[in-house]
């Protein structure tokens, strides 16, 4: 009886002491269109890198074109990946045909992004991104 009585208090204590504290970080929702060559990107991610203090990256999927995430405020270095299918490429390496695909964005927009946002506290945060293969 004494040692379920110790479990149950522990099990009490333990509840009582995750609670009450920080609800975690401040985030707002992101949300917005991305293009490559004025169609909409099928499924690719968006990745949002805070430029200033912890620089914590908060990413998202894209598709059909849209994209809808949680980030913190703050300013942004934005970088957007997608790939596809070449059609009829195919690699034999492993024995068995399996498609080959490419990353098509270019790395100006990823890997050596420029793309930057700000995320504003209270306020509708939307960013559109029509991006142009040169």
């Not at 009582?16 to 609800?23: D, H, L, N, Y």
């Not at 949680?70 to 492993?94: C, L, Q, W, Y």
């Not at 990823?110 to 991104?129: I, M, P, R």
């Amino acid at each position: 009886m004494k040692t379920s009585f110790l479990a149950v208090s522990l099990v009490c204590l333990a509840l009582v002491g995750c609670g009450g504290g920080a609800t975690g970080p401040d985030e707002h929702v992101v949300s917005g269109e991305v293009t490559f060559k004025g169609e909409p990107v099928e499924n690719g991610r968006i990745l949002f890198r805070q430029t200033e203090g912890s620089q914590q990256a908060f990413s998202g999927e894209i598709n059909k074109g849209a994209y809808s995430l949680k980030t913190a405020p703050g300013k942004m270095h934005v970088e957007i990946t997608a790939s596809r299918i070449i059609p009829g490429k195919f690699d034999n390496s492993n024995g068995t045909p399996e498609p080959v695909g490419e990353m098509y964005i270019p790395a100006k927009y990823n890997s050596k992004s420029e793309l930057t946002a700000e995320v504003v506290a209270g306020q509708k945060n939307k960013f559109d991104f029509a991006l142009t293969e040169k």
